[in-house]
């Protein structure tokens, strides 16, 4: 259980462990897994309803059809990237790892302060997203970075903020001249071109 | 199997063995150029120092420009395009590309005339150089280069130098925010008008119309922002050879003043040798002057084409000048990556005589999206901060002209070299107090404007903290003295009869325009020179 012993302690000092080393395959680590020591942390859990879980941590309260959008445009986006996906998967793993290491339960089925809290105790919302650097910088390139892109840069997050076609989202030449947001048409996406 | 280079595509990247031009370059100078001479029937031969990059990879392109961590789209940057600077640090892998395309992959898309003065500032306000073409000598051209690239504008702008037809496509309206400024403007006696844009407002020339995805510097994922990709695949269409992953090292020459060879190396670390009748090169305006440099013999001792000793000399930029604030109403920024007005009334000005243009900036102030990715929080915290930072910014930028000064040059430094072995281009660079008195009269007229318009000025970019805008231009001037230029006005080196310079490097001045059109105008005329001497 070194690594994630570690990072244990790190949270018991009260520090925030923004480079902690990443938890390698070692049968400590893997023994709190309760899975083969050779491979690397597995998901306890369907990844959909990890990064879901996750959307609840890092989406503003209320957003409606969280699920559905996590799927279409996060899992969906890259769903042809296959390097990027494995790396998704992985940080993936390593959060619900740490989660279960921590708190005896996959991340998913943690309550929400919960899931908050041990995204600040690893350090994530001040670390680099660095898709080769400590297990805090990627879970932030992975997971957090990668489901905030999707939001805000769809018009589902954009809206709440102002803009109905946030830059990355095809549409904005339908709307930069008109001077007011106009509501939403009801759609998934946020009502505006899907381009 | 083909002889790929090491690339692993397969692809041949031997010589060709026969070629009527070889051009150095698959930027807009060179793709132009390249597809003219081959749709006249001449053996072309491209070769492009970077890659081919997939449009069908754009969207993911875009997401590595807006999300931290995910490196540089174009793939810029390392061993290959190191550099050195002094003077005022030049950042010149900023928005240069190496790949099929050049920088107008990474390009925002704006494309005016130079104006009738910026041909012959020395004759009529005895500072810079005068061009050895006037503006009715590049008049037709520019009318062509607007039909290659679908250039979207209107005939609005009082200012603009005269033209002949209206564009090939029309222009954007004004933003949202054009029209909050437009009152504040008309109360100054101060003149809005469209832009010029090379990017589809509609289907043109097998391109789709801009679709908005607010990132058009540095990827447009619609194809509705001109690349000169699309004038390689013409060229390739009208039979011209373009190989990729193909830097050339040198140019070697024989006793007669004419160019034999381009050296070209591949990844495999071999180096090919392409001979032809004419040579272009169309590299950009730091690499046009490192290749010559590269290429000194014993006849030419200072570099390739260079017995007038201005080889890298007079390196030029426009500057940035600008300011910003917020209203007190929304103002609906960053719905788009390109203006929709400006204002080139006091371009043509006397006092001072450097060009200025003011651009209304439809992206002033952060994007959500990239606000969220540099934020310490999340959740209801990083709405609110979102909100809190977006909404209600207001920006004017400008670009400044710059005059040429022999001390701002480009050389090589042999205490670093390159991923070939090769000494890097070192850019000295710096502003004179002309140059920074220029910049404050900028600021000065946008702080009348932002102060009319009820915003509160929140900053300035002003002559300390100025840049470039990465118009690199001058570095072989072009000129009918052969003692003081590198080249003649049809763009041919005044040493070697078949050795011909394309693009900005070619500038003796360079105005306060964006420079594509030009490079483009410029190349258009130069085609029709280089079909003569075929």
């Not at chain 2, 933003?175 to 289907?203: K, Q, T, W, Y």
């Not at chain 2, 495999?268 to 002057?289: K, L, P, T, W, Y």
Request: glycine share 10%.
């Amino acid at each position: 259980m070194a690594a994630l012993a570690a990072a244990g302690a790190t949270v018991g000092g009260g520090v925030l462990a923004g480079r902690m080393e990443p938890p390698r395959a070692s049968s400590e680590r893997s023994a709190s897994n309760g899975s083969d020591p050779s491979t690397e942390p597995s998901l306890s859990t369907d990844l959909l309803d990890l990064l879901d879980a996750l959307a609840g941590v890092l989406y503003p309260d209320g957003v409606e059809g969280r699920r559905e959008f996590v799927e279409t445009y996060v899992l969906g986006r890259v769903s042809d990237r296959s390097d990027y996906r494995d790396g998704v998967r992985e940080a993936a793993a390593q959060l619900d790892a740490v989660a279960r290491d921590w708190e005896g339960s996959p991340y998913a089925e943690l309550d929400a302060d919960v899931r908050d809290r041990i995204l600040r105790n690893l350090g994530v919302e001040t670390a680099d997203p660095d898709p080769e650097g400590p297990i805090s910088d990627r879970i932030r390139f992975y997971l957090v970075d990668d489901l905030l892109f999707a939001f805000y840069s769809s018009p589902t997050g954009g809206r709440l903020v102002g803009i109905e076609n946030p830059i990355g989202h095809p549409g904005g030449i339908e709307s930069y001249q008109r001077g007011t947001m106009p509501n939403a048409a009801g759609d998934p996406n946020g009502g505006e071109s899907d381009g | 199997m083909a002889d790929d280079g090491g690339v692993g595509d397969g692809v041949d990247r031997t010589p060709a063995s026969r070629a009527d031009v070889c051009v150095v370059g698959s930027g807009p100078a060179g793709a132009l150029v390249a597809h003219r001479l081959a749709e006249q029937g001449a053996d072309v031969v491209v070769l492009e120092a970077g890659p081919r990059f997939d449009f069908a990879n754009r969207r993911e392109q875009q997401e590595e420009h807006i999300r931290p961590g995910m490196g540089d789209p174009w793939e810029m940057g390392g061993p290959r395009d190191d550099y050195t600077t002094a003077g005022r640090q030049y950042p010149l892998n900023a928005a240069r590309v190496k790949g099929v395309g050049g920088s107008t992959l990474h390009w925002q898309g704006m494309v005016m005339r130079l104006h009738e003065r910026d041909f012959e500032m020395e004759t009529r306000y005895g500072v810079g150089a005068d061009w050895p073409i006037d503006y009715e000598d590049l008049r037709p051209y520019y009318a062509e280069a607007e039909r290659a690239l679908g250039v979207a504008g209107a005939m609005d702008n009082p200012y603009a130098p005269p033209r002949e037809e209206p564009f090939p496509l029309p222009a954007f309206p004004p933003s949202h925010s054009d029209s909050l400024f437009a009152d504040a403007c008309e109360r100054l006696g101060i003149d809005m008008h469209s832009v010029p844009n090379a990017r589809n407002s509609e289907p043109y020339d097998g391109r789709a119309a801009c679709q908005g995805y607010g990132t058009c510097k540095p990827v447009c994922p619609s194809g509705a922002k001109y690349t000169a990709e699309s004038h390689v695949r013409k060229a390739e269409r009208a039979g011209a050879r373009v190989v990729d992953h193909a830097p050339v090292q040198r140019l070697e020459h024989d006793d007669d003043d004419r160019v034999e060879t381009a050296v070209y190396a591949t990844p495999d670390g071999r180096e090919h040798r392409q001979s032809a009748r004419q040579f272009v090169i169309a590299c950009g305006g730091v690499e046009n002057a490192r290749l010559l440099l590269l290429s000194a013999s014993e006849r030419y001792p200072e570099g390739l084409a260079n017995s007038s000793g201005v080889v890298g000399r007079f390196f030029m930029d426009h500057l940035f000048a600008g300011a910003g604030g917020r209203l007190g109403e929304p103002t609906r920024q960053n719905h788009i990556g390109f203006n929709t007005s400006e204002c080139h009334q006091f371009y043509d000005d006397s006092e001072p005589v450097e060009g200025l243009k003011l651009e209304f900036l439809n992206y002033a102030g952060p994007s959500p999206v990239m606000e969220a990715l540099g934020a310490d929080t999340w959740g209801d915290d990083l709405l609110e901060q979102l909100r809190d930072a977006y909404g209600t910014h207001v920006a004017i930028g400008a670009l400044v002209e710059q005059l040429p000064d022999a001390e701002n040059r480009v050389t090589l430094d042999p205490s670093e070299r390159d991923d070939h072995g090769n000494p890097v281009p070192r850019v000295e660079w710096s502003l004179d107090g002309r140059t920074e008195r220029a910049i404050e009269h900028a600021n000065a007229i946008q702080h009348r404007i932002l102060t009319e318009l009820g915003a509160e000025v929140e900053w300035t970019v002003g002559p300390d903290a100025t840049g470039p805008a990465y118009h690199q231009m001058g570095t072989t001037r072009m000129g009918s003295d052969p003692e003081s230029s590198v080249v003649d006005a049809d763009c041919r080196s005044h040493d070697l009869s078949n050795l011909w310079v394309l693009g900005s490097s070619t500038f003796p001045t360079g105005g306060a325009m964006n420079p594509t059109l030009t490079i483009a105008a410029l190349s258009l005329r130069a085609a029709d020179a280089l079909e003569a001497a075929l």
